[in-house]
C-alpha cells in the first residue's frame, strides 16, 4: 500500500522551530520527487518545499527561503522538513506529497497525499 505519513506539527511561538518528517511506504523515494505543501484557512494549498527523486535539487517558495530546509534520508524512505524562525503566517495544515520526477512542487502532478499535520504559529 503506497502511502505517507506525516509527524512534528504542534503549536510553536514566533521565531521558534520544528521539524515534520514524512515517512514512505510501498513506494521508493528514488522513484518519486517529495515535497511538501501546506494549506492555510481559507486559502489555496500552496507547494512550499520540495526534493527530487534522486540528484537531490531543491524548491523553496519565497515566503520560505532562508528559513526552512528540506533533507531527505533514502535508508529510512523518509523526508524532512526543517522549519525555523516560525512566522504566524507560516500556521497551516503542511501535507507531504509524492510527485513522479520533473518539474518540482507542481500541485497537479502530485500522485501521493499524506494526511497532513497542523503547524500553529502563535504567542
Known amino acids: 500500500q503506497v502511502q505517507l505519513v506525516e509527524s512534528g506539527g504542534g503549536l510553536v511561538q514566533p521565531g521558534g522551530s520544528l521539524r515534520l518528517s514524512c515517512a514512505a511506504s510501498g513506494f521508493s523515494l528514488d522513484d518519486y520527487s517529495i515535497g511538501w505543501f501546506r ?7 500552496e507547494g512550499v518545499s520540495c526534493i527530487s527523486a ?3 535539487s531543491t524548491y523553496y517558495a519565497d515566503s520560505v527561503k ?3 530546509t ?3 534520508d533514502n535508508a529510512k524512505n523518509t523526508v524532512y522538513l526543517q522549519m ?3 512566522k504566524p503566517e507560516d500556521t497551516a495544515v ?3 506529497a509524492a510527485e513522479p520526477p520533473g518539474r518540482l512542487c507542481t500541485l497537479l502532478r502530485v500522485e501521493v ?11
Not at 497525499?113 to 503547524?119: M, Y
Open 66 to 68: 532562508g528559513r526552512f
Open 84 to 86: 525555523n524562525s516560525l
Open 39 to 45: 494549506q492555510a484557512p481559507g486559502k489555496e494549498r
Open 54 to 56: 534522486r540528484v537531490g
Open 94 to 96: 503542511y501535507y507531504c
Open 70 to 72: 528540506i533533507s531527505r
Open 113 to 123: 497525499w499524506g494526511q497532513g499535520t497542523l503547524v500553529t504559529v502563535s504567542s
